[in-house]
């Protein structure tokens, strides 16, 4: 058979798309500024750095023997990377339902775009706004609005005290503040 329909891979590893990171029956919320960082992302892909890398490897393709050849064998893998992150990017963006925080008209409960600052049993304060899975940055302060923080803080008021399920066992959060505006 033709080297031509065969599918390349680098090692035999299984070109697999990025996994789903939505639980079933989840919707995929987004803040504005999510949604606006993915369209960037995707934009900067397609329009920058896969034209780049197809560049590359055309040059490379047109130096003979390709078995050998780094740029060709290092561009063919970049571009299946950049290819997958499109897809994964293109569906996240088709199913995302975008909800502004500002927008939000119960405020004094935690819902997702919160910014919400807590106490925790050792009286060290914490703030931590609730966003989409796909812009979660705890590092930032952004936690996903399914994860177990944010499940414990949903729909809680200021003063609430509310239980944190851990591995180490049952934590009591005091919520402190809540707004919705985003940084």
Known sequence: MSK???KETDGGEEEID???TLPPHFKNY??????????????????????????TVSWAAGNGDRSE??????GKKRLREIDRRVRYLKRRLESA???????????????FGATVTYAREDDSEQTVT????????????????????????????????????????????????????LD
């Open 69 to 74: 050849n780094a740029d060709y064998i290092y």
């Open 130 to 181: 609730l966003v989409g899975i796909d812009e979660a940055n705890v590092a930032e302060g952004r936690i996903s609005w399914i994860s177990p923080v944010a499940k414990a803080l949903m729909k809680a008021r200021v003063g609430d005290s509310v239980a944190l399920r851990t591995p180490a066992g049952t934590e009591t959060l005091e919520v402190l503040s809540i707004r919705y505006t």
């Open 97 to 111: 339902e975008v909800v502004d925080p500002a927008r939000q008209q119960k405020l004094e409960q935690v819902f």
């Open 18 to 20: 990025a996994p789903e």
């Open 30 to 55: 987004m803040t504005p500024r999510g949604f606006a960082a993915m369209q960037e992302e995707l934009q900067r892909l397609m329009r920058k750095e896969r034209p780049k890398v197809v560049e």
């Open 4 to 6: 031509a329909f065969t």
